[in-house]
């Protein structure tokens, strides 16, 4: 069975740092994964998607990586915002059903 | 880009009542669509896989007799939470399978009394 297991739970950093956040997944054999936003009481926002076959993926200040074989992605974010603020999830796909399996998340503060 | 909405967003009942939840793909047909609940400061848990014209897959520990799920169209899946009671007081998000990933409604947050 799948798990998923992310790294700091919480981080709190000054506005304008550079930060990574750690995920881990237990079952290399996964179709892809995925990094969520999510703010207070709201639902989730799709931030980056890589495919078991790529390694990395970015849009615009965000940059995830994948590493299949040590089951381990981070999501980078530069240049921190206090609109950054907010829960960021990590998703791994697998199972012939296509199966996401959650982590419990990072808590990010950015502070102005 | 493919949109799921979920209505209603804001539920609040007495314990006993039944509530029902809907989930919509509007601009894409899912033949699969999933239900997840999500405590204060959790993550989110896979409840089950609702398959179109089929019976919904459970995961293990969730009760299909409390938490029906009917998806009747390419559109339109529901969530009853039958007989509510305050431990069913949750957060609960679907999301639609497109042709590559799941897209994912706002929620809805159900307090029960």
């Known amino acids: 069975k799948q798990e998923v297991t992310q790294i700091p739970a919480a981080l709190s950093v000054p506005e304008g740092e550079n930060l990574v956040l750690n995920c881990s997944f237990t079952d290399s054999a996964i179709y892809n994964l995925q990094w969520f936003r999510q703010d207070p009481g709201k639902g989730l926002t799709s931030l980056l998607l890589?495919?078991?076959?790529?390694r990395e993926q970015t849009s615009g200040r965000l940059n995830a990586s994948l590493d299949k074989s040590s089951g381990r992605s981070t999501l980078y974010i530069a240049a921190s915002q206090p609109g950054d603020s907010a829960t960021y999830l990590c998703?791994?796909?697998?199972?012939?059903?296509?199966?996401?399996?959650f982590g419990s998340g990072t808590q990010l503060t950015v502070l102005p | 880009g493919a949109v799921v909405s979920q209505h209603p967003s804001r539920v609040i009942c007495k314990s006993g009542t039944s509530v029902k939840i809907e989930c919509r793909s509007l601009d894409f047909q899912a033949t699969t669509m999933f239900w997840y609940r999500q405590f204060p400061k959790q993550s989110l848990m896979l409840m089950a896989t609702s398959n179109e014209g089929s019976k919904a897959t459970y995961e293990q520990g969730v009760e299909k007799d409390k938490f029906l799920i009917n998806h009747a169209s390419l559109t339109l899946s529901t969530l009853t939470v039958t007989s509510a009671h305050p431990e069913d007081s949750s957060f609960y998000i679907c999301?639609?399978?497109?042709?590559?990933?799941?897209?994912f409604g706002p929620g809805t947050r159900l307090t029960v009394l």
């Open positions: 890589i495919q078991s076959s790529q």
């Open positions: 999301s639609a399978q497109g042709s590559d990933t799941q897209y």
């Open positions: 998703a791994a796909v697998s199972g012939s059903a296509r199966q996401l399996t």
